[in-house]
């Protein structure tokens, strides 16, 4: 007789415990009181269930086919309702499993239809075999106005795992959440978006909407507006009451996507993205009135917010800036802080148009932003436009141990509005250098060219310079390290 080890035996016993609890939970749920047949079970139909027990909807057990060709909408829609019917108390303990496949969804509100009369629920899981293993196609008849998933503030704590996202009618959206103070708590782990959106998610209402994660997550495709939009103001009189949407997380994403904005707040705010790579590929196929040619990484258009959510931080990404129309930051907030950390968008400074570029956008004005960069890696220009004329007393932008690729500190600023963009402040910078750590062919404009000493603000700011230098002249040592 074979050895068994105590891992294989508890392995064992486990498998069989779970197994006599599924064949008790089928028995019980195929034999009604008095041992006959159980009533049926669905909405409307079936007995209320009392239990506490998690349960397991395979969307394969309901019909879908996910051969791509087959329309899967029915199977998906009555998966939810099972789902919905089975909230106890207000919890939902129901996980919604979608096997390798590609399932084909033409109508709206298909994976998840949150509105009234269902009360309010925590607790739904949609779990795929992998992304790109499981793809779940969006082909609505009309793409814009059209959600594969809405959530009217009846919903909280949604998970979505393991799958990949595709529009195959442009202008269609993912996601449409409205929340009155229900609607929070989203995750998606390991969940892939392709194909062209209007949206990915759109958040409206007056409250909450609110803690939401992203890990391991591939965006890709394009976007006529944005992924994240926060601040729709569809059906609300003061948008501002929107600044009530907080708090959005992305961990070690890969963003790589043709052309749009990834995400744009007008209102609501603190977030933060670690780790990963992010590139917009293309251009947008035709100007927009407000968009121009342009895609930003992120994009927050509205200046007047509550002081608490106007927070963004950058950590640890590698940003391409693949063409001049790409953004990275684009901010009108006037107070509120941004911080980019050990961050680089070099890894196209060798480009022609890289000196030239300016990825990172500011209107600042008295009370901030407070802007920061620690030991970044910086190619172009960095734009700063002064809010109404009103150019700020103190510092409210700082570099500090930065590598700035393209140009010296005197020259690194653009400023509208302003000659003397005293505001901003450099310590311990290095300027820009060839891959082989010899100075870069662009010297520094202004007084530094000349020979003369460059003016330093007692702040330790660099103003920038007026013309360029004689041709061949060498790079001289930066001012106000």
């Not at 994403?253 to 993205?273: A, D, H, Q």
């Not at 600042?364 to 700063?384: K, T």
């Not at 141990?401 to 393209?406: F, I, K, P, T, V």
Request: one cysteine or more; aromatic letters at 10%; hydrophobic letters at 35%.
């Amino acid at each position: 007789m074979p050895r068994v080890s105590r891992r294989q035996l508890l392995r064992g016993g486990a498998s069989v415990l779970a197994a006599t609890a599924m064949t008790a939970h089928s028995a019980s749920a195929a034999v009604g009181p008095g041992g006959g047949p159980a009533a049926p079970f669905g909405p409307g139909l079936g007995r209320p269930f009392t239990g506490l027990r998690p349960f397991v909807i395979n969307v394969a057990d309901l019909g879908a086919v996910g051969d791509g060709r087959a329309d899967d909408s029915a199977a998906f829609e009555q998966a939810y309702r099972l789902a919905a019917d089975r909230v106890v108390r207000g919890v939902g303990r129901t996980v919604i499993q979608i096997p390798a496949g590609e399932f084909l969804i033409t109508r709206p509100n298909a994976l998840m239809n949150g509105v009234a009369p269902l009360p309010s629920a925590n607790g739904l899981r949609f779990s795929g075999a992998g992304k790109r293993m499981t793809t779940l196609v969006f082909r609505p008849d009309v793409g814009p106005g059209s959600y594969l998933c809405r959530n009217e503030n009846i919903w909280a704590n949604l998970s979505f795992e393991r799958m990949q996202f595709r529009s195959a009618t442009p202008g269609a959206s993912f996601f449409s959440s409205y929340s009155t103070g229900q609607a929070q708590d989203y995750r998606f782990s390991e969940c892939e978006w392709m194909g062209e959106w209007e949206y990915g998610l759109v958040l409206d209402g007056t409250d909450t909407n609110s803690e939401m994660r992203w890990d391991a997550c591939r965006v890709g495709g394009r976007y006529r507006r944005a992924f994240l939009y926060s601040g729709l103001a569809g059906r609300e009189a003061d948008p501002n009451d929107q600044d009530q949407f907080l708090n959005y997380w992305f961990e070690d994403m890969k963003v790589e996507y043709e052309w749009g904005n990834f995400l744009e707040f007008p209102y609501g705010g603190s977030i933060s993205c670690r780790g990963g790579s992010y590139i917009i590929t293309g251009s947008r196929p035709q100007s927009t009135e407000e968009y121009g040619t342009t895609s930003t990484f992120f994009r927050f258009p509205v200046a007047q917010h509550h002081d608490s959510v106007q927070r963004f931080h950058a950590q640890d990404i590698r940003f391409e800036v693949r063409n001049p129309d790409v953004r990275i930051i684009d901010s009108v907030w006037k107070s509120g802080t941004i911080h980019f950390s050990d961050c680089d968008d070099t890894g196209l400074a060798f480009k022609g148009y890289s000196a030239e570029v300016r990825p990172h956008r500011y209107t600042v004005g008295p009370r901030g932003p407070l802007i920061r960069y620690d030991s970044c890696q910086l190619m172009g220009r960095h734009e700063y436009r002064t809010a109404d004329g009103q150019v700020p007393l103190q510092t409210v932008a700082r570099y500090d141990m930065c590598l700035l690729r393209s140009h010296a500190v005197n020259e690194f600023v653009f400023a509208e509005g302003t000659d003397r963009p005293d505001f901003v402040s450099f310590v311990d910078c290095l300027e820009g250098s060839d891959a082989d750590g010899t100075p870069a062919e662009t010297a520094p404009t202004g007084p530094a060219a000349d020979g003369a000493p460059t003016e330093t603000a007692p702040n330790g700011s660099v103003p920038p310079a007026s013309s360029p230098p004689p041709a061949g002249e060498a790079v001289p040592s930066a001012a106000g390290r």
